[in-house]
């Protein structure tokens, strides 16, 4: 994939309720490794962040993880990735995640999640990026966000174009396929 070297990845310190998220967060960390891709992702050792990052470690992928030094203790920096760096605030952290990566991919998450995956489309919206920005949907956990998005501009808050800023993917497989067919130079 010679025109996408890393992509991050926002997914919940939790793993949430229904296997199927591990199941993808895994998934996503083995194909990114699979796909020579470098994962840039918030360092945790806990939750879905834990079971992505140990997958992609697994098959020998590139890991990065970028976490606030007052976070390191609560959310457990990852002892297996040797790449973690310590930025001083969460707003430092998610600028250091943008700039070291090349599409952004949202898992299911909670508010964290959110948080990361919002201020990246509005930074898109601003014009500060033309980045890649895929929802990664497992059982429906894309619906909120899209619905959110959907009735900004039902009501009048947003352009039609605020929808064309992320795309949703039906899971793992078809994400891990779109970030190829973008890395295809001309697309
Ligand atoms: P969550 O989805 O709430 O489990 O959080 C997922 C990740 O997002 C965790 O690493 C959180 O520390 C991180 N996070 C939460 N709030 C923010 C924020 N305001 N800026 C950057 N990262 C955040």
């Given at each position: 994939m010679p025109g996408l070297r890393a992509v991050a990845v926002f997914c919940g310190s939790r793993e949430g309720n229904d296997p199927a998220f591990a199941v993808a967060a895994a998934a996503l960390g083995r194909g990114l490794a699979e796909a020579g891709l470098r994962l840039v992702y918030g360092?945790?050792?806990?939750?879905l962040m834990r079971v992505l990052a140990d997958a992609a470690l697994a098959a020998g992928g590139q890991v990065t993880g970028v976490m606030p030094a007052f976070l390191r203790r609560r959310e457990v920096?990852?002892?297996?990735?040797?790449d973690l760096i310590t930025t001083d605030s969460m707003q430092a952290r998610k600028r250091l995640m943008f700039e070291l990566s090349d599409a952004f991919v949202a898992l299911p998450g909670g508010l964290g999640t959110l948080d990361e995956t919002v201020e990246i489309l509005t930074w898109r919206q601003l014009g500060r990026h033309a980045k890649p920005v895929l929802l990664?949907?497992?059982?429906?956990?894309a619906a909120p966000l899209v619905a959110v998005v959907e009735a900004a501009i039902a009501q009048g808050f947003?352009?039609?174009?605020a929808r064309a800023m992320f795309e949703v993917t039906a899971g793992v497989g078809p994400t891990l396929t779109r970030l190829a067919m973008l890395a295809q130079p001309g697309l």
């Open positions: 360092g945790g050792g806990i939750g920096a990852h002892p297996e990735v040797a990664c949907d497992v059982a429906g956990s947003a352009g039609p174009e």
